[in-house]
């Protein structure tokens, strides 16, 4: 195992047109019990532009020399590494136990602690007995309260978390030291930790539940890399040759945001835009809805809007570096079951299926891709690792209540 204990292994629619919007629709059926007890929303946010936005990518849980167990990786060599294979955006992830809760004196306080290319998110690793979870923000924010109130009940952590306006995100939720606080407090999860896709199983099925339960959580990635390669090799350490199979991107998040602007990424992430491939150079999974089936997509993942109980037409498609000649595997999940496996080749691989989503209640589809691993040289270590995972999107929801 190549991780160490503590790092918890734990479409377009042919063009993209700028169909916008699902306004507020009003419940036909109000009384009416659905079949998972919830009525159907009365209204659902408007849906955002599908076009006005800009992919940016990026890793959202890395640690560097403020979490003590790292080795080799300053802040300014995960920065450079990170501009150098193109990422857009970074969180840099320390153990917030390491500095008592002052991460703003530590990491964020580094001289390192700047990119001109790469957005850097603020925040840290909440590491408490309850296990671990990450906040990300655009700007600085009083990390040393959500320090303070870890053994608090979650009520009160709850309300700290809320006036830091800080957006909150559990860490390898299976396994050691998972995030076992409410995931009521929570606006995503992390689905895919480190290089190595097979550890993931079991966070993917609590998603799941959590998706099920109308919980509108999104799925985020993580590479959680500790280690990185030494300038010389006497410096080199025991996991050291870590840095060659997992790191910076392993796997990559990718985030549609309305800019190229930090707050935008946090954004993104809360709401859901957001699609995971297993390295930097990994095609993209994009999956888009076609709701009037007029052949201009209305909604992408993260969206959600109120069945219509009309027949819905659902695009997928791999964007980026794919392996020509060779098959893509498309799984669709729905509502946490398998609905349907589609193969997908050429340069821009598609698939497409129809489906109905219930009038009442709650659906929710999702998209999991796998085949050939993309190369990633950097990292060289990492394409056997990761399998053949290729990708995952977050869901498209129907009827999910956005006051939940
Ligand atoms: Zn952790
Ligand atoms: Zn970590």
Not at 83 to 101: E, F, Q, R
Request: charged share 20%; with cysteine.
């Amino acid at each position: 195992m190549i991780l160490k204990k503590n790092s918890k292994m734990p479409l377009l629619m042919g063009a993209l047109c700028t169909v916008l919007l699902t306004s507020c629709i009003s419940s036909s059926a109000p009384g009416q019990a659905s079949l998972n007890n919830t009525l159907a929303p009365t209204e659902v946010p408007r849906i955002a532009s599908l076009t006005d936005g800009v992919w940016l990518k990026g890793d959202l849980h890395v640690h560097s020399r403020h979490s003590k167990e790292s080795t080799n990786n300053p802040v300014e060599k995960i920065i450079a590494f990170s501009k150098s294979v193109g990422m857009d955006y970074l969180c840099i992830t320390d153990h917030d136990n390491h500095v008592n809760g002052d991460v703003a004196h530590h990491t964020w306080a580094d001289p390192e602690f700047k990119s001109d290319s790469v957005l850097l998110l603020y925040g840290a690793e909440w590491t408490t007995t309850r296990g671990h979870g990450n906040p990300f923000s655009a700007k600085p924010y009083d990390h040393q309260r959500l320090y303070d109130v870890r053994d608090q009940r979650d009520v009160v952590i709850g309300e700290v978390k809320k006036e830091l306006g800080i957006h909150l995100s559990a860490n390898h939720p299976s396994g050691k030291d998972h995030f076992g606080y409410s995931y009521d407090m929570l606006e995503s999860i992390e689905v895919w930790n480190s290089v190595l896709w097979s550890k993931n199983a079991n966070a993917i099925m609590i998603w799941d539940d959590m998706l099920s339960s109308g919980r509108k959580l999104t799925g985020r990635g993580g590479s959680d890399a500790h280690h990185g390669t030494p300038d010389t090799p006497d410096k080199a350490t025991e996991n050291s040759r870590q840095a060659k199979a997992n790191y910076v991107g392993t796997p990559t998040t990718w985030v549609y945001a309305k800019d190229r602007t930090s707050q935008a990424v946090v954004d993104a992430l809360t709401n859901g835009r957001v699609c995971i491939s297993a390295n930097p150079y990994a095609p993209r999974v994009e999956f888009y809805a076609d709701i009037d089936q007029d052949g201009n997509a209305d909604m992408m993942m993260g969206d959600n809007t109120k069945s219509t109980g009309k027949p819905v037409k659902f695009h997928i498609q791999l964007t980026g570096n794919t392996v020509s000649e060779v098959s893509y595997t498309v799984n669709v999940v729905k509502n946490g079951n398998k609905f349907g496996t589609f193969q997908a080749t050429g340069k821009t691989p598609t698939v497409e299926f129809t489906d109905t989503p219930e009038t009442l209640g709650r659906t929710y589809y999702r998209i999991v891709v796998e085949g050939p691993p993309t190369a990633y040289p950097q990292v060289p270590e990492s394409m056997t690792l990761s399998e053949n995972m290729v990708g995952l999107s977050n869901p498209i929801y129907f009827n999910f209540d956005p006051n939940f």
